[in-house]
């Protein structure tokens, strides 16, 4: 690293260019011999050095952008949490839609499986996924257990026998085949 005027500094990147940059932008040095060399912080991220969490990489931890990073991650994982903290009540309440439907289902003596109970985007209405010993659209032949559903929860809600990713209706004896 050489000196120069004002903050900047000569180095030789890991590109294997020469540049001249502000010296706050030197982050790190890499030590692999493939491509020894200085890191900027753009080049870092071009590089992904922190994605491959580089065992080469000798970060210049007196420079402000680590104590930046170490704070965005913090950060990102509180909200991670808080976002996980959110959706649990949401997901409580469709593993008991599940329960719920599947005893309905029982009950009504239907040879059907629940798969899961979801709240669709809009909010205003519930899908029942369901699959059966049938691989034809069979829904209409469940459509009570859905009325019952929506009256006793009053949310409009839609019963769905679920694909696969062929298209082909799921059934209970449904096998799926790993390809060579």
Known sequence: MCKCEDN???VR???GEV??????NVVGFCHCSTHKGYV?????????????????????SEKAYWENYEASLKSKKEEKQLLSARKKPEQEREQRWKRECQRIAELSEYPITIISVRKLADKSKVMIFFVSDE???DS????????EFADTHMIKS???HIRDIDGEYVTMSHTYSNPP
Do not use: G, P
């Not at 900027?40 to 210049?60: A, G």
């Not at 209409?140 to 009325?147: E, F, G, S, V």
């Open 158 to 160: 839609e019963i769905r």
């Open 140 to 147: 209409r032949r469940y459509i009570m257990l859905a009325r």
């Open 40 to 60: 900027t912080k753009t080049v870092m991220k071009n590089h992904n050095c922190l994605e491959k969490n580089c065992h080469h990489l000798k970060k210049f």
């Open 8 to 10: 900047y500094v000569q």
């Open 13 to 15: 990147l890991i590109t």
């Open 19 to 24: 540049v001249t940059v502000k010296e706050e």
């Open 135 to 137: 691989s034809i659209d």
